[in-house]
């Protein structure tokens, strides 16, 4: 076996080979427009795509300076797999490019269980190999095929946009590895001509000619048929999956820049909401966009459809036990009964107290309290047997009874910070002050200002604004 395309490590020899030359080129343009990262691991599988891609990275190493290792995953799912592995091997030995083979066992049979267990070992070597830069091999049929199975399974513009040059690829660890793809507008009759120019050989999968994945379904029947009558529609597919690939970009931004209002939403779990009536000015495409990123689980078509169409008194359950509640004014996102309060959301914020100036306060964020109630006061989230007697109010009441004559959303009251002496309620912070918190002018009082989250709305926004 032998590669005169990489033999000399000073200088590369061209021998005015076309197709690999244009190989060439196309990953050093996307290398290039990378941003020239200084570290890259490459997928190698030994099958011609990603040999080609190997080789031609070599060369570009080699001329450029950046460092280069490889990976190969055996799934172990073939007798033969073991071939592939030592192929790989003695072919990165010639190339002297580091390589480091993973076996790994997949769970289930599918091409998805395949393929997660496949990037949790490629996350796991570029880890090795300390880089974040990781090359793959796929190339303008396999966006053609990614693309149709996507559409035979209804996805919109993000699942038909298949494949990107670049994309970002998140681990449940909150790692992340930047999946490379150079050869994405390469068709693989290019790829094997250039192999084939250069002299390189490739090892053949021999389930690659299968019908068993769906993948190889339409690689072996209906791409051939697409391209029997309509020639060039790899290519128009490839173009249609980058157009349609930038639109869900462009609203994925939009609706990031609308969630980002606080008038608008507020994502801090467990008093997530998206404000119903700006989110019903939304166009409809944009509206299940923003659904979708405000929610803290996936969700289907079907489910997404039913979320979009909500309305105030409507709910219904979304994946992981979480649910939907509509009212008025919020669409709620519910946690699962018994989850935790978020750490994000820990505990009550702080309180500032200063000497008191004869202000009483708005009775959200800031409001005056005697001194010799404060002292036996601590700051807590709502408990059972807790009442209040409202200011100015002949009598007590259950902060239960309390809330809803306040009209504060049901999925808000666990979370809103009370000033409690014992179980009675001095002040419900955002939403009003119990008479306890009545000040007279001459008394030693403080004013008492609140610093922290509170659902429902921006800082400055009270509460008290929703019908039951």
Sequence with gaps: ??????????????????EWLFLLETVGKSWQDLGQPGRVTAAVSGGADSVALLCALCELSRKEGFSLSAAHVDHG????????????????????????????????KSEDAARRTRYEALRKACLENNTVILALAHHRRDQAETMLLHLFRGSGSGGLGAMAERSLRIFPESESILLWRPLLSVSPETIRAALTERGIPWAEDETNAADDYQRNYLRHHVLPAIAARFPQAEEAMGRAARILSEEDSYFRHEASLFLSS?????????CRWVRYAPLQRLHPALRRYALRMACPVKLDWETTERLTALSPGGKINLPEG?????????????????????????????LIAQPGQGETGDGRRCQAVPKSVYDRCELRFWKQGDEIRPLGAPGTKSMQDYFVDKKVPQPFRRYIPLLCMGSRVVWAIGVGPGEEARTNPGDDALLLRYGGFLPGGPPEQSLATEEE
């Design 1 to 18: 076996m032998a590669f005169p395309c990489v033999s000399g490590v000073s200088g590369v020899q061209w021998y005015g080979m076309n």
């Design 77 to 108: 799912l073939r007798k033969t797999s073991g071939r592939d592995a030592e192929f790989v091997t003695r072919m990165c030995a010639e190339l002297r490019v580091p390589c480091k083979v993973y076996r790994v066992q997949v769970k289930g």
């Design 322 to 350: 979480w649910r939907a509640s509509c009212t008025q004014e919020y669409l709620h996102f519910i946690p699962p009964e018994g989850k935790e309060i978020s750490p994000a959301l820990p505990m009550p914020g702080t």
């Design 262 to 270: 606080d008038d608008n939403a507020c994502l801090h779990d467990p």
